[in-house]
């Protein structure tokens, strides 16, 4: 048995004292999944992991302290986005005052894309994991100083101080080979999570993730953690897993977080039919591409509890769309939405303002395009470049020829515009984002829609009403209060 202790922490990535009023936070407090896989399987080793969630509890500090204090764990490892990763540092250095034997390890998407970098700059760091986490993390804790460089997807330093990085692996995870995530170790589950509202029928709610990767190469999307690999789990698996959340958690909804839900047909269908012959009483949310959907397909997904489906917009200015992902027809985008509402599910619309090349003209025509569309609801993100993502190396190398951008990795949440396209201002950008979002709820069949909710999600309403100042300035401005 291996006696070691780990402390994973999911950092918040801002000040606590501003987490009680931050509806962006009330609206959507994911779990984080990946830290609760990685626990399960180290729990499969019986080495010892306990989870902190700082987004979910903002006020974790004092736990971590108390759990540092009481149990002196070996290692600790933090989970963080680009927005959240100085705040894992913060952590970090207060850990080490603390334990200062104790090896801090950092993974994720943000420091799988800079690898070496974030050894040079943050020297509080004695190893990154890059990529998926599980079975390297394991290596890692079982592993003598001496024979590092045998562990593949590592950043670690040598005794001369030389940074390594060991390659990527060569062999990939089979998710079915993998436990369920343990939900258990979250403090509060599901309760203390939260999907976004008006996105689901029934409370309690939960997010699951099924597949890894994604088989598209968009220029705003960070890779650095699945590279270009595509796995998912089996119809069985995934039937067995929502089964386990019903089982022990009375699970009423699940939002998969999948970049592509649909991408693979067959087994859609068979966990469609899973869910029809053995029914859960769970109903679902799922993201796909336009061009994986058709009619039959809709009408099984409906059929076994399809509730939402959302869609990557992104702009309605298809030459604005084919600089960045490939299959800009947006034609065919209205077609497919079309066919959702047809079989009876609702359409989610996900865009992006402040691409590369965006104008005031592209704005436009995506107002306009939106707003033609009998969708549902849309969230508008403020495009960010995220150091793992295509785009971000032509931004830094072309610099003020497609626009500006100003690097702080604690603004780079997709909620402030730090890059700025040629021919734009910040400020005009500001007004402009506002505007389409003011425009959107000002429609009489969008107000309808959401008046539709007190009866189609009514603990959506309950959440509105308790905090409706935040959640009517988060709608409309797209900033923490």
């Not at 089982?247 to 469609?272: G, K, L, M, S």
């Not at 309808?448 to 009514?458: A, E, F, L, V």
């Amino acid at each position: 048995m291996i006696q070691k202790k780990i402390l994973l922490i999911h950092p918040l990535g801002y000040n606590s004292a501003n987490a009680k009023t931050d509806i962006s936070r009330k609206a959507n407090i994911m779990p984080p999944l990946g830290l609760a896989s990685i626990s399960a399987y180290l729990d499969q080793f019986q080495i010892n992991s306990h989870i902190i969630d700082c987004y979910a509890d903002p006020e974790s500090d004092e736990l971590i302290v108390k759990y540092l204090e009481n149990e002196a764990p070996v290692f600790i490892g933090f989970s963080c986005t680009t927005s959240s990763f100085l705040d894992g540092i913060r952590i970090a250095e207060y850990a080490k005052k603390i334990i200062p034997e104790t090896h801090i390890i950092f993974g994720g998407v943000h420091v799988s894309s800079l690898k070496e970098k974030i050894l040079q700059l943050y020297p509080i760091i004695d190893y990154v994991v890059v990529g998926e986490g599980e079975h390297t993390l394991y290596q890692l804790l079982r592993t003598n100083k001496t024979d590092l460089e045998k562990i593949k997807n590592i950043v670690f330093r040598k005794k001369n101080d030389k940074i390594i990085f060991t390659g990527f692996r060569n062999k990939l995870i089979d998710l079915d080979t993998l436990p369920f995530p343990a939900y258990k170790k979250l403090s509060g589950y599901p309760s203390s999570y939260k999907l976004p509202i008006f996105n689901y029928p029934k409370v309690p709610n939960a997010s699951c993730i099924s597949s890894r990767g994604c088989p598209y190469s968009c220029s705003y999307c960070d890779r650095s953690v699945f590279q270009k690999s595509f796995r998912y789990n089996s119809a069985r698996y995934l039937y067995n897993h929502l089964k386990y959340l019903k089982d022990n958690f009375n699970i009423r909804h699940i939002n998969f977080y999948d970049d592509q839900f649909t991408f693979n047909r067959p087994r859609v269908e068979e966990f469609a039919r899973l869910m029809i012959q053995n029914p859960l009483k769970i109903t679902f949310n799922c993201a796909a591409r336009a061009e994986h959907l058709d009619f039959e397909l809709l009408k099984l997904m409906k059929a076994a509890g399809c509730w939402m489906i959302s869609l990557g917009i992104e702009t309605g200015d298809e030459t604005l769309l084919a600089q960045h992902r490939q299959n800009p027809d947006l034609e065919m985008m209205r077609d497919k939405i079309h066919l959702i509402k047809k079989a009876g599910i609702r359409v989610k619309g996900l865009l992006m303002m402040g691409l590369p090349g965006e104008s005031e003209e592209s704005i436009k025509k995506s107002k306009a395009y939106v707003f033609s569309l009998p969708i549902d609801d849309f969230n508008l993100a403020k495009f960010t470049p995220f150091p793992g993502s295509p785009i971000y190396s032509k931004i830094k190398e072309q610099g003020e020829k497609i626009g500006t951008f100003t690097e702080d990795w604690e603004k780079m949440d997709c909620m402030q515009f730090l890059f700025i396209p040629k021919g734009l201002t910040k400020e005009r950008m500001e007004v402009l984002f506002i505007d389409f979002y003011k425009s959107h709820f000002k429609r009489t069949k969008v107000l309808m829609g959401y008046i539709s909710m007190i009866w189609r999600s009514p603990d959506s309403w309950i959440r509105f009403i308790k905090d409706i100042a935040g959640f009517l300035k988060f709608a409309f401005t797209n900033k923490r209060m």
